[in-house]
């Protein structure tokens, strides 16, 4: 939900309440806060003052050193009381049962959440949305119209009821808002007694929830919280950024006169002006104390605030517990800054920030006794002696320089600063002497006069004249003399801070010629680097060209590897296919030698077998012929055994 419609939607349910409510209210000491005019947010102003915010010390950091908004500025601005009981009790891990109890409104089991429409519709408030072409004044009107027929209008056992309502949304919604739709209900068991609501430090709270909102990051353009009282701290403190419009002056509080300033320009322009003009902001125009001609007229929450400030104090919103370290900020109060310890992580300790307390039952009381005790001793006092800032600005340089002097090109001008203090100082020196003539004047006077008495009548009306006149004289005297002295220390601390900027402008020649220094040394570093560079490159190229050239001496040896294995294999196959015709040769050699043998053999054979082939049948053919004759003759021949072979050699050699 925006911050503005948030605004209306409270405001609307305030003015639905009949006379006797509000009465009820004002006797709260909220009744302030609903007489200022809704604002327009100013996110950019918001988020530029979140990124010059040091968290650890509670306080925005600029060129001129902390600032650090206090109880003065919340009563002033605000008109919130920040006197009285510390806003501290019980935070419970359920708020259930004290919901329906307190407020007859359901909340969920482990939470610490009212629904939010179910919160606005017991008020009254259905219709939250704006209709076309409706003024802010007509939705305002329409919203308490519709609402005011949903309150109660006399008192009964139902107005605590609607006014606890009321109160959670105001407190929720408004004065203790967070990021998202979600009030919470943290502050609901104070609403218990509706009579002691009144007699806690409300303001005090608020302003401990401003600090807690600044630790967001700078990121966040989203506005939480009372936002109009950072517009007018930032408008009354830094005017030259001129953010802000002096609408109606002299109505109380102070947020009631300004009015935020339209800026159509994109959000991420108007951050940059701004970071900008903080950066370069002039020390003169800084308004350290812009309260000094305020009264307490009109304003009776004022004289009971009044012994809260200028005080280094704890700050209590229950489960929120951090310092007010107004010890930085001495100048808000008319003194000189004197060196203090800047405050550092872990120095202080932060149960608010450990703990949020949302998770068992936590009694704040027990838990931040000491701070607690703190509060009600009304802290510490702020006194300084010191006639000089320049220690503590040496040291918040030394802490801070990185963060708050940006660049060179925002620099303070200096010298235009040393020209507005050496022209006030030769006018203060004038005066002086103006003064010193008038003195000198005024005591011849008086010695004449003194002079005179000696010598004139002793008449009673006499004296009385002469006495008369010498004590006017005398009166006029100490006056001069009094203003003398006066203008004596305003020309001590004049020519202070003409010292002071004559060494601001000398620190800054001196930072100026180091620049340049470093400037020249950074060019040729530069050139060097560029040089660097462009050997890098021709090394790199240089690198990858020889990495082409090993790689292609890799694939010709690879190829010359792979040729010489296969002219290996290819040698290898012919000398095995040598070996292997050798040895072919001389079993062909073997073979025929031993054919030749064989062949020869079976010749010899063959022809010896055919001669005595030829024999026996030579020798046959004799018998045939013998037998035929002696069978002529009578008898017969013996036949030949069956047994004997022809040309079996038996009968002629065939060897």
Request: glycine content about 8%; proline content about 4%.
């Given at each position: 939900?925006?911050?503005?419609?948030?605004?209306?939607?409270?405001?609307?349910?305030?003015?639905?309440?009949?006379?006797?409510?509000?009465?009820?209210?004002?006797e709260m000491g909220f009744g302030e806060i609903f007489r200022i005019d809704r604002m327009r947010v100013d996110p950019a102003l918001t988020q530029a003052l979140r990124s010059r915010c040091d968290t650890e010390a509670n306080a925005y950091v600029f060129p001129s050193g902390h600032m650090i908004p206090n109880l003065e500025d919340v009563s002033q601005i605000t008109g919130l009381s920040v006197y009285g009981?510390?806003?501290?009790?019980?935070?419970?891990?359920?708020?259930?049962?004290?919901?329906?109890?307190?407020?007859?409104?359901?909340?969920?089991?482990?939470?610490?959440?009212?629904?939010?429409?179910?919160?606005?519709?017991?008020?009254?408030?259905?219709?939250?949305?704006?209709?076309?072409?409706?003024?802010?004044?007509?939705?305002?009107?329409?919203?308490?119209?519709?609402?005011?027929?949903?309150?109660?209008?006399?008192?009964?056992?139902?107005?605590?009821?609607?006014?606890?309502?009321?109160?959670?949304?105001?407190?929720?919604?408004?004065?203790?808002?967070?990021?998202?739709?979600?009030?919470?209900?943290?502050?609901?068991?104070?609403?218990?007694?509706?009579?002691?609501?009144?007699?806690?430090?409300?303001?005090?709270?608020?302003?401990?929830?401003?600090?807690?909102?600044?630790?967001?990051?700078?990121?966040?353009?989203?506005?939480?919280?009372?936002?109009?009282?950072?517009?007018?701290?930032?408008?009354?403190?830094?005017?030259?950024?001129?953010?802000?419009?002096?609408?109606?002056?002299?109505?109380?509080?102070?947020?009631?006169?300004?009015?935020?300033?339209?800026?159509?320009?994109?959000?991420?322009?108007?951050?940059?002006?701004?970071?900008?003009?903080?950066?370069?902001?002039?020390?003169?125009?800084?308004?350290?104390?812009?309260?000094?001609?305020?009264?307490?007229?009109?304003?009776?929450?004022?004289?009971?605030?009044?012994?809260?400030?200028?005080?280094?104090?704890?700050?209590?919103?229950?489960?929120?517990?951090?310092?007010?370290?107004?010890?930085?900020?001495?100048?808000?109060?008319?003194?000189?800054?004197?060196?203090?310890?800047?405050?550092?992580?872990?120095?202080?300790?932060?149960?608010?920030?450990?703990?949020?307390?949302?998770?068992?039952?936590?009694?704040?009381?027990?838990?931040?006794?000491?701070?607690?005790?703190?509060?009600?001793?009304?802290?510490?006092?702020?006194?300084?002696?010191?006639?000089?800032?320049?220690?503590?600005?040496?040291?918040?340089?030394?802490?801070?320089?990185?963060?708050?002097?940006?660049?060179?090109?925002?620099?303070?001008?200096?010298?235009?600063?040393?020209?507005?203090?050496?022209?006030?100082?030769?006018?203060?020196?004038?005066?002086?002497?103006?003064?010193?003539?008038?003195?000198?004047?005024?005591?011849?006077?008086?010695?004449?006069?003194?002079?005179?008495?000696?010598?004139?009548?002793?008449?009673?009306?006499?004296?009385?004249?002469?006495?008369?006149?010498?004590a006017q004289l005398t009166a006029a005297i100490s006056r001069a003399e009094e203003a003398e002295r006066h203008l004596e220390d305003r020309e001590r601390d004049l020519r202070f801070t003409n010292e002071h900027a004559m060494d601001l402008q000398a620190q800054r020649d001196r930072y100026q010629g180091e620049l340049k220094t470093t400037r020249g040394d950074r060019d040729q570093l530069r050139i060097r680097?560029?040089?660097?560079?462009?050997?890098?490159?021709?090394?790199?190229?240089?690198?990858?060209?020889?990495?082409?050239?090993?790689?292609?001496?890799?694939?010709?040896?690879?190829?010359?590897?792979?040729?010489?294995?296969?002219?290996?294999?290819?040698?290898?196959?012919?000398?095995?296919?040598?070996?292997?015709?050798?040895?072919?040769?001389?079993?062909?050699?073997?073979?025929?030698?031993?054919?030749?043998?064989?062949?020869?053999?079976?010749?010899?054979?063959?022809?010896?077998?055919?001669?005595?082939?030829?024999?026996?049948?030579?020798?046959?053919?004799?018998?045939?012929?013998?037998?035929?004759?002696?069978?002529?003759?009578?008898?017969?021949?013996?036949?030949?055994?069956?047994?004997?072979?022809?040309?079996?050699?038996?009968?002629?050699?065939?060897?």
């Open positions: 939900m925006r911050a503005r419609v948030s605004w209306t939607l409270v405001l609307a349910a305030f003015l639905a309440l009949p006379p006797f409510q509000r009465d009820r209210v004002e009981k510390a806003v501290s009790g019980y935070t419970y891990p359920c708020y259930h049962d004290i919901a329906e109890r307190l407020l007859d409104l359901p909340v969920e089991r482990r939470s610490s959440v009212v629904p939010r429409i179910a919160l606005q519709e017991s008020l009254g408030l259905f219709e939250a949305g704006k209709n076309a072409g409706e003024s802010e004044d007509e939705y305002l009107e329409r919203l308490a119209s519709v609402s005011r027929r949903e309150l109660v209008s006399e008192p009964g056992p139902q107005v605590d009821l609607d006014l606890r309502r009321f109160l959670v949304l105001f407190l929720g919604r408004l004065l203790f808002a967070t990021r998202g739709d979600a009030v919470h209900c943290r502050f609901l068991p104070l609403l218990a007694d509706l009579g002691e609501v009144g007699g806690y430090a409300w303001g005090a709270a608020f302003l401990a929830h401003q600090f807690d909102c600044l630790s967001a990051s700078d990121r966040q353009t989203s506005t939480s919280g009372f936002y109009p009282f950072l517009l007018v701290w930032a408008y009354l403190h830094l005017p030259a950024l001129g953010r802000g419009e002096l609408t109606r002056p002299g109505l109380v509080p102070i947020a009631r006169r300004w009015e935020s300033r339209r800026d159509t320009r994109h959000l991420a322009d108007q951050l940059e002006c701004l970071q900008e003009a903080i950066d370069s902001y002039p020390y003169l125009d800084v308004v350290w104390q812009p309260y000094l001609g305020e009264g307490d007229e009109g304003q009776p929450w004022l004289a009971q605030a009044r012994p809260y400030f200028g005080r280094s104090v704890w700050l209590h919103a229950l489960n929120v517990v951090l310092p007010l370290n107004l010890f930085l900020t001495q100048r808000s109060l008319g003194f000189r800054q004197s060196v203090v310890e800047l405050p550092v992580r872990d120095r202080f300790r932060r149960p608010g920030r450990s703990f949020r307390g949302l998770h068992d039952t936590t009694d704040w009381r027990e838990r931040a006794r000491e701070q607690i005790e703190n509060w009600e001793r009304k802290g510490k006092s702020v006194k300084s002696t010191t006639t000089t800032d320049d220690a503590y600005l040496r040291a918040y340089a030394l802490k801070y320089g990185g963060k708050v002097y940006k660049s060179a090109r925002h620099q303070v001008d200096v010298a235009g600063e040393v020209a507005s203090l050496q022209a006030l100082l030769l006018s203060e020196t004038y005066d002086q002497e103006a003064a010193r003539r008038e003195t000198e004047e005024l005591r011849r006077e008086l010695e004449s006069v003194r002079r005179g008495a000696g010598g004139a009548s002793t008449s009673r009306g006499g004296e009385s004249d002469r006495a008369s006149l010498q680097a560029e040089a660097d560079e462009t050997r890098a490159t021709e090394v790199t190229g240089e690198r990858d060209q020889l990495r082409t050239q090993m790689e292609a001496a890799e694939a010709r040896v690879a190829a010359m590897t792979t040729e010489l294995a296969a002219l290996r294999e290819s040698l290898a196959q012919r000398l095995q296919q040598i070996v292997t015709d050798i040895g072919h040769s001389r079993s062909r050699s073997r073979s025929a030698a031993s054919a030749s043998r064989a062949t020869g053999g079976t010749v010899g054979q063959y022809l010896a077998s055919s001669s005595s082939r030829r024999r026996n049948e030579a020798e046959e053919r004799r018998r045939q012929d013998e037998g035929g004759a002696q069978g002529e003759g009578g008898g017969g021949a013996m036949l030949p055994s069956p047994d004997r072979q022809e040309g079996s050699g038996e009968c002629g050699g065939g060897e």
